[in-house]
């Protein structure tokens, strides 16, 4: 089944279209890897005071508002060139053992993130300045998982390289 | 003599050792690209304010302040482990023209942060509290902006030569 899906995907003109011009790979892999920094980097600082090491000045909510659009707005530029990158190549991927892992762990992420969000959304509608101070161990928690998953992500991203 | 030293390079047991191992490579290289993000994530935050795009709400001392030991750190770290990942197949990486490239870009992009500090950063408690940024201070984080894009894109690059 997966097979047949990816022998037909690479049989289709955009996917020989890929294959055929050499620049097309390295230059959209290029810009998947500068939109993974600007991601890891934003998550990062915001994980990292999530887990109250770095940033503490600022609050949550704060923090939340600024690097959240950048997020998405990054994960919208991985989704694309990503999925350029499968159409090129879809052997390389979609049978990999090491792209399966990375996309649970992507789609654990974003579950975690929208349910922290979500939390969050509602303290600041219950009147409160930030985080609930009764949900801290819930943000040191998300923290934690989120900061885990993103570099798991990025690692297993550079391993589909070298995996079957 | 130049040739040599990569030579020897290729022959100190860390790079045989990581030629020679089936995960070495990948392993190193995963940190390598992960230090990378963080290197060029922390600039672009800086970049994108002395450009007025981003943060502005955040003084330019300040934000540079908080946001530079994470690059360093990373930096150190991206240095440590390509310097590993070059010492394994040395002579062959130095031959290449994205190898070359991106130490010229990169070492652009450590001129161009260091005429900054020297000059329009002296200046920072005068122009960097509010908006707009001096045209100076524009253009030297556009060039940072497009240095960083071009290090990454050539070091993607080295892999498919």
């Given amino acids: 089944m997966l097979d047949d899906f990816i022998h037909w995907l690479g049989a289709t003109p955009v996917s020989q279209l890929i294959q055929k011009v050499f620049w097309i790979i390295p230059t959209v892999q290029a810009v998947h890897i500068l939109a993974i920094s600007v991601v890891l980097a934003s998550m990062a600082m915001f994980d990292l005071r999530l887990l109250g090491l770095a940033g503490k000045r600022s ?7 600024r690097f959240m659009p950048w997020l998405w707005g990054a994960l919208i530029v991985l989704a694309a060139s990503g999925s350029i990158l499968i159409v090129g190549e ?16 992507l789609a654990t992420v974003i579950i975690v993130t929208l349910g922290f969000q979500a939390v969050l959304k509602r303290d600041l509608k219950g009147g409160s300045a930030d985080l609930a101070p009764a949900h801290g161990s819930l943000a040191k928690i998300t923290g934690l998982l989120s900061l885990s998953l993103w570099v798991g992500i990025a690692v297993a991203g550079r391993l589909i390289a070298y995996t079957g | 003599m130049f040739d040599r030293f990569l030579q020897w390079l290729e022959s100190t047991p860390p790079a045989i050792a990581i030629s020679e191992s089936s995960w070495l490579f990948p392993g190193i290289e995963s940190v390598h690209v992960l230090a990378i993000a963080m290197v060029v994530g922390s600039i672009t935050m800086v970049d994108l304010r002395l450009l007025d795009i981003n943060l502005r709400e955040r003084p330019v001392g300040e934000l540079i302040a908080e946001v530079l030991p994470w690059t360093w750190t990373s930096f150190a770290v991206a240095v440590c482990s390509g310097a590993l990942l070059f010492s394994s197949n040395a002579t062959k990486y130095w ?8 130490m010229v870009l990169l070492a652009l992009a450590g001129i161009n942060m260091l005429a900054y500090h020297a000059t329009i950063h002296r200046s ?14 524009k253009i030297s984080g556009g060039l940072s902006l497009g240095l960083w894009i071009g290090v990454v894109t050539l070091g993607r690059w080295i892999g498919f030569v």
């Fill in chain 2, 95 to 102: 031959g290449t023209v994205p190898f070359r490239a991106k």
């Fill in chain 2, 124 to 137: 920072v408690d005068l122009w960097g509290r509010r908006p707009p940024t001096p045209r100076a201070a």
């Fill in chain 1, 90 to 105: 879809p052997k390389r991927s979609l049978g990999n053992l090491s792209f399966l892992l990375k996309m649970c762990m």
């Fill in chain 1, 59 to 65: 609050s949550i909510a704060s923090l939340s508002r």
